[in-house]
């Protein structure tokens, strides 16, 4: 198994997909995600931040932007321990966003809040997986079950 961080989809298929409807009902994004040592900005500005420190800002944002979408942040945490399988390096940081469905983060991603705090994410990331998952119908916790409902009033 071959793994390509990307800061942004570039494979045209991919970016077809996400035009697509998607599945029914809530969506969890999750998302692997890789900081640079230091942020660099694309305009050029000096900047003391790492690229967590960058991304962080962005994280913030957004946090205040899903709930305009319907979505939510649901969880972040440093990676600390690969305690299974082998990876050349790996990612920092795992989150998690919740959206009412997929059409609700593509809508998120063209905003004018969303680029305008998305300067921060591409000076901080080097890369990331950003992995759209749903729930297994078998295991869904209590908590999940009541989050997934507020998802679905939101759509």
Same mark, same amino acid.
């Given at each position: 198994?071959?793994?390509?961080?990307?800061?942004?989809?570039?494979?045209?298929?991919?970016?077809?997909?996400?035009?697509?409807?998607?599945?029914?009902? $809530?969506? =969890?994004?999750?998302?692997?995600?890789?900081?640079? *040592?230091?942020?660099?900005?694309?305009? %050029? +500005?000096?900047? #003391? @931040?790492?690229?967590?420190?960058?991304?962080?800002?962005?994280?913030?944002?957004?946090?205040?932007?899903? $709930?305009? =979408?319907?979505?939510?942040?649901?969880?972040?945490? *440093?990676?600390?321990?690969?305690?299974? %399988? +082998?990876?050349? #390096? @790996?990612?920092?940081?795992?989150?998690?966003?919740?959206?009412?469905?997929?059409?609700?983060?593509?809508?998120?991603? =063209?905003?004018?809040?969303?680029?305008?705090?998305?300067?921060?994410?591409?000076?901080?990331?080097?890369?990331?997986?950003?992995?759209?998952?749903?729930?297994?119908?078998?295991?869904?916790?209590?908590?999940?079950?009541?989050?997934?409902?507020?998802?679905?009033?939101?759509?």
């Amino acid at each position: 198994m071959q793994v390509f961080n990307d800061v942004y989809p570039s494979d045209p298929a991919q970016i077809e997909a996400l035009r697509d409807k998607g599945p029914d009902g $809530p969506v =969890f994004m999750v998302n692997l995600l890789k900081f640079k *040592d230091r942020a660099e900005y694309e305009d %050029g +500005r000096a900047t #003391d @931040l790492t690229g967590r420190e960058a991304y962080q800002i962005y994280g913030r944002a957004v946090t205040q932007i899903l $709930p305009m =979408f319907g979505g939510q942040a649901v969880f972040a945490a *440093d990676v600390s321990f690969l305690s299974l %399988g +082998r990876v050349d #390096d @790996l990612w920092d940081e795992v989150a998690i966003a919740a959206y009412p469905d997929r059409g609700a983060m593509v809508r998120m991603s =063209f905003s004018s809040e969303w680029r305008e705090a998305a300067v921060h994410r591409t000076a901080g990331l080097k890369g990331q997986l950003n992995i759209e998952t749903v729930l297994t119908p078998d295991f869904v916790p209590g908590w999940m079950a009541t989050l997934a409902q507020t998802m679905k009033t939101k759509a």
